[in-house]
């Protein structure tokens, strides 16, 4: 069974950065792809980088050159380095995991097995 954490949302002026954190607990091979997704009241939940355990990462195009997601397997933790944030990034992000052996990580929600409780990130 994988439980996953998030941790590091908060409020942040246009343009400035955020780190969010992941902390992931049971089998490795349960969560081979790890995926971060937001969803701002009345949208619709959208992914916005995902990393496979080979280290191949897929990021929105909204968010391209300015996230990055990353991996530290020792501590089981996944990052998401949000730089130059806009009040459109505003949203509860949450973090997803889902055993998936294809080297590209799946893009709906639905897909993944695992998911965090979501932390609020606030740009204004």
């Known amino acids: 069974h994988v439980q996953l954490v998030e941790s590091g949302g908060g409020s942040v002026q246009p343009g400035g950065s955020l780190r969010l954190s992941c902390s992931a607990s049971?089998?490795?091979?349960?969560?081979?792809?790890m995926g971060w997704f937001r969803q701002a009241p009345g949208k619709e939940r959208e992914r916005v980088a995902a990393?496979?355990?080979?280290?191949?990462?897929v990021y929105a195009d909204s968010v391209k050159g300015r996230f990055t997601i990353s991996q530290d397997n020792a501590k089981n933790t996944v990052y998401l380095q949000m730089n130059s944030l806009k009040p459109e990034d505003t949203a509860t992000y949450y973090c997803?995991?889902?055993?998936?052996?294809?080297?590209?990580?799946?893009?709906?929600?639905?897909?993944?097995?695992?998911w965090g409780q979501g932390t609020q990130v606030t740009v204004s």
């Open positions: 990393i496979h355990a080979s280290g191949r990462a």
């Open positions: 997803a995991a889902v055993p998936w052996y294809n080297s590209v990580c799946p893009k709906i929600d639905g897909d993944y097995n695992y």
């Open positions: 049971g089998a490795a091979g349960s969560r081979n792809c």
